[in-house]
Antibody, heavy 118, light 113 residues
Framework: QVQLQQSGPGLVKPSQTLSLTCVIS??????????WNWIRQSPSRGLEWLGR?????????DYAVSMKSRITISPDTSKNQFSLQLNSVSPEDTAVYYC????????WGQGTLVTVSS | DIVMTQSPDSLAVSLGERATINCKSS????????????LAWYQQKPGQPPKLLIY???SRKFGVPDRFSGSGSGTDFTLTISSLQAEDVAVYYC?????????FGGGTKVEIK
């Protein structure tokens, strides 16, 4: 059974960097058919896919165009986890952030409410 | 981007009756390489992440009750709850995973009449 455990701060100041981590158990971030996503949810935007990382003999990333200049999703194979960094946040980035596996997402993290406020 | 449009926004159904939710994609989500439709349905209850019910448009995830079924092809899809139970009160979302950005519908809230 795959489990995803998220961690990271729930409050970030405007213009700073949002950083979240998702630890994987029961699977490997390096699995050749896997994909590891970050998704957020807010009342104004609904469910919004942010991006993913995956390994196919080398590492690849796909990002939502709207995020591309601010986002980095990176794997850490030594800790079997992957991370989200979102730079230059504003109050519009306030949302519940989820990590999720796969192409369709059978397994999700528990969610982290991130509030952007001074 | 592929736009996913769900209808209705909300629906109230009597216990034991059928609930039908529609989802339309702005372009086909059929992946010809492996002959599959890249469309999923999720159920979300308050305070929880979405739960995968259906993938490939009509394949029920293991453990999901068989009152849940998915159908459709091309750009038009349906999630049917054949006999609504109290525990089915939730918001339901469709999602295409055919291409990035992966996109979700706006959700359909299902309530008991």
């Amino acid at each position: 059974q795959v489990q995803l455990q998220q961690s990271g701060p729930g409050l970030v100041k405007p213009s700073q960097t949002l950083s979240l981590t998702c630890v994987i158990s029961g699977d490997s971030v390096s699995r050749n058919s896997g994909a590891w996503n970050w998704i957020r949810q807010s009342p104004s935007r609904g469910l919004e896919w942010l991006g993913r990382t995956y390994y196919r003999s080398k590492w690849y990333n796909d990002y939502a165009v709207s995020m591309k200049s601010r986002i980095t999703i990176s794997p850490d194979t030594s800790k079997n986890q992957f991370s989200l960094q979102l730079n230059s946040v504003s109050p519009e980035d306030t949302a519940v952030y989820y990590c999720a596996e796969g192409w369709s997402h059978e397994f999700w993290g528990q969610g982290t409410l991130v509030t952007v406020s001074s | 981007d592929i736009v996913m449009t769900q209808s209705p926004d909300s629906l109230a159904v009597s216990l034991g009756e059928r609930a039908t939710i529609n989802c339309k994609s702005s372009q086909s989500v059929f992946f010809s390489t492996n002959n599959t439709t890249q469309l999923a349905w999720y159920q979300q209850k308050p305070g929880q992440p979405p739960k995968l019910l259906i993938y490939r448009a009509s394949s029920r995830k293991f453990g999901v009750p068989d009152r849940f079924s998915g159908s459709g092809s091309g750009t038009d899809f349906t999630l049917t709850i054949s006999s609504l139970q109290a525990e089915d009160v939730a918001v339901y979302y469709c999602q295409q995973y055919y291409t990035t950005p992966l996109t979700f519908g706006g959700g359909t809230k299902v309530e008991i009449k």
